[in-house]
């Protein structure tokens, strides 16, 4: 599309930019919808898992419950507390909600369908992510409430100490794969072992790091059982007690973004983004596109965030801590020295 | 396009630099400060320097400027006190801010008279080059492996030493075990009686 624009009468760069607006819409609204329906699906899991029916009363099966809250949410006022700090109170749903869209631009939907192909594409992940913690944290200050700023606090703490084992993990990745493209990473894990499985996850040498990032994962999205940013037992509604209309919405529509933001690199990461489980030709796997197979292991991993929310009951804040700085982060800084040495043997052999 | 996108990186790092100063709540100046990083990372994707840009913002604004905006909201500042001690600090600060000003003309001057700034504008980049991480990879891990090497142990020494002079062993607490605590069945725990009536259990 992008050539097709810079040689018609819009001329390279004009033509550029249009084609960059056309595909960036491309990929955020149907990202918006699918965040929609996927707040959906996670309530419906979690009310089957509670023996539960969920929602079921607005449109058919209650597909559309998601469009009436937000139109509710939309046509509520927008209360400011008169002692919040107005400007950045507004301003910290707006950062969560850029932020979470932010990152999309580097994740590859197929072998060709990627925003943005950078070479630090993984680097760049990282560097957004590490953003989100802002709009938490700005909220909380701003709100000029107890809560909220005990639930900043408590998100700054916790997304930073998750951050460090989550960049190992991402290291031994690397380490395989050898660049910090997202497609290439991709690319590399196609016939993984012996030729036969697209995915690292099933490397032995791998499978323990996609396990601690997928709980990382969890604990980074402050998602069920690490919650406790918005543990409602203890902090009300944590950073987003003062919040109420569009601003909460935006909160919201930016945390399952962030949801599915994790989902996709879980995929991509160990489990083989758009490529087939298998590398065997015999069953018609590469007849499926590749975004289905994508949307499909993003999916089961949604559905594995929802069983462990239904399931899992929440992480004392010590608990959350330790599990972050005592077992995940010496564990995977072992995995980076184990990988490294793995990688060295297998290209330069022993050093004998 | 890249001209408009230097110039409003720049600018923007300028004006927030300026309210980092001059903003009244410390926690604006840190948020100020955070927005110049980021354009600063900006300033570094418009050179080519996309790994350090990347580096700029997971190690700067994503980690320490969050420390700092911790820290700056959990202290409880007296603005007054603050104004007052700005005059007998003046001097002080001018003298700094003379001394920096001359280290970037003594640096900007050398560069420009040593020919360095016109011969790396005329190269560029090269189309199909290993990519940033590449090179610096393989300048840090051969020539500068040592350096390099160095530079991690006085990291590890510092976060070692922080460590120890903060650490402090306090009495008195009970610590949770928590192999201990997953260890403990239901066995070890509980204890099935059946008292006659009329009579209590023996604890």
């Known amino acids: 599309m992008t050539e097709f624009l810079q040689s018609s009468f819009l001329g390279a760069e004009f033509g550029w930019l249009v084609a960059t607006l056309a595909l960036i819409l491309l990929i955020a609204l149907p990202l918006m919808l699918a965040v929609a329906m996927i707040i959906y699906v996670d309530r419906k899991i979690w009310a089957a898992m509670a023996l539960r029916r969920g929602p079921n009363v607005v449109g058919p099966f209650g597909l559309l419950q998601s469009f009436a809250d937000g139109l509710k949410v939309f046509l509520q006022e927008t209360i400011i507390p008169s002692s919040a700090n107005k400007g950045l109170f507004l301003l910290a749903p707006i950062i969560t909600f850029t932020v979470a869209l932010l990152a999309w631009a580097v994740i590859p939907f197929g072998e060709d369908m990627v925003l943005a192909n950078i070479n630090i594409g993984l680097l760049y992940i990282l560097a957004i992510s590490s953003l989100g913690v802002y709009g938490v944290v700005i909220a909380g200050w701003a709100s000029n409430s107890k809560y909220p700023f005990f639930s900043a606090m408590r998100a700054a703490a916790q997304m930073i100490s998750y951050e460090v084992s989550i960049g190992f993990i991402l290291i031994s990745v690397v380490l395989f794969a050898g660049t910090f493209n997202l497609t290439e990473i991709v690319l590399s894990q196609e016939g993984h072992i012996f030729g036969m499985v697209n995915a690292y996850g099933m490397n032995p040498l791998l499978f323990p790091m996609a396990v601690v990032f997928l709980i990382a994962s969890m604990a980074e999205t402050a998602r069920h059982p690490f919650d406790l940013t918005e543990a409602e037992s203890e902090l009300v509604a944590g950073y987003q007690t003062e919040y109420s209309s569009m601003s909460f919405a935006l909160f919201w529509l930016g945390e399952y973004a962030n949801i599915l933001l994790m989902c996709a690199l879980n995929v991509i990461l160990f489990w083989g983004g758009w490529l087939p489980p298998l590398d065997v030709d015999w069953i018609p796997w590469f007849d499926i596109p590749g975004i289905i197979w994508l949307f499909g292991k993003m999916f089961f991993f949604f559905f594995i965030f929802s069983w462990v929310m239904a399931t899992v009951p929440r992480y004392r804040y010590d608990q959350l801590m330790r599990l972050g700085w005592k077992i995940f982060l010496p564990l995977s800084l072992l995995w980076v020295v184990l990988v490294s040495g793995y990688v060295m043997i297998d290209k330069f052999g022993l050093p004998l | ?203």
């Open chain 2, 1 to 203: 396009m890249q001209i408009f996108a230097f110039y409003l990186f720049a600018s923007v790092v300028l004006a927030s630099g300026a309210m980092c100063i001059f903003s009244r709540n410390p926690v604006h100046s840190v948020l100020w400060l955070i927005l110049a990083f980021f354009n600063a990372a900006g300033l570094m994707v418009l050179v080519g320097a996309e790994f350090i840009a990347a580096l700029l913002v997971i190690v700067y604004v994503g980690a320490v400027a969050v420390l700092f905006l911790f820290v700056v909201m959990m202290l409880d500042i007296d603005f007054a006190e603050l104004r007052a001690g700005f005059m007998k600090h003046l001097p002080l600060g001018l003298l700094l801010a003379l001394v920096l000003v001359v280290e970037i003309i003594f640096g900007v001057g050398a560069w420009q008279s040593s020919g360095m700034g016109q011969a790396t504008a005329a190269v560029g980049i090269p189309e199909g080059a290993p990519s940033n991480i590449e090179q610096l990879g393989a300048l840090l891990y051969t020539k500068y492996v040592f350096l390099f090497e160095a530079a991690g142990m006085i990291l590890l020494v510092a976060m070692v030493g922080a460590i120890v002079l903060t650490h402090r062993t306090r009495s008195g607490v009970r610590k949770q075990n928590v192999a201990n605590q997953v260890a403990r069945r239901p066995e070890d725990a509980t204890r099935n009686t059946q008292p006659e009536v009329g009579k209590g259990v023996e604890l």
